[in-house]
C-alpha cells in the first residue's frame, strides 16, 4: 500500500507560481506512474497531468499545458507540480494519485487547497 500526501497549496495572486509535493509512503513508489488531479467547487475532479515511473515520459491537460511542469524524485519518493502564471480559475483542490499500468488509480492523497486571487 502506498500513502499520499500532499503540501504547498495557498493563497496566491494571478500570475503567481506554486510548487505543489506529493510525498509518498512505501518502498514501491518508483514502480507507478503519478497523477496530479484538480476539483473546483461544485465540479468534478479532473486530470491535470501524470509523469512515467522513471520520469521519462509526462502527460499533461490541455487546460494547463505551457503552464505545469510534472517532476519526480523517486529517492525521496517525491512527486512534484510546478503551476506558472496562475489564473482564478486554477482555484481547487489538487490531489496526486498513484496509477497503474492501465491508468487506473489505486491511491489517492487527501488534497491541498489552492486558490488564486484576481
Known amino acids: 500500500q502506498v500513502q499520499l500526501v500532499e503540501s504547498g497549496g495557498g493563497l496566491v495572486q494571478a500570475g503567481g507560481s506554486l510548487r505543489l509535493s506529493c510525498a509518498a509512503s512505501g518502498r514501491t513508489f518508483s514502480w507507478y506512474t503519478m497523477a496530479w488531479f484538480r476539483q473546483a467547487p461544485g465540479k468534478e475532479r479532473d486530470f491535470v497531468g501524470r509523469?512515467?515511473?522513471?520520469?521519462?515520459?509526462?502527460t499533461y491537460a490541455d487546460s494547463v499545458k505551457g503552464r505545469i511542469t510534472i517532476s519526480r524524485d523517486n529517492a525521496k519518493n517525491i512527486v512534484y507540480l510546478q503551476i506558472n502564471s496562475l489564473k482564478p480559475e486554477d482555484t481547487a483542490v489538487y490531489y496526486c494519485a498513484v496509477q497503474n499500468g492501465n491508468g487506473a488509480n489505486l491511491y489517492w492523497g487527501q488534497g491541498t487547497q489552492v486558490t488564486v486571487s484576481s
Open positions: 509523469i512515467s515511473w522513471s520520469g521519462g515520459r509526462t
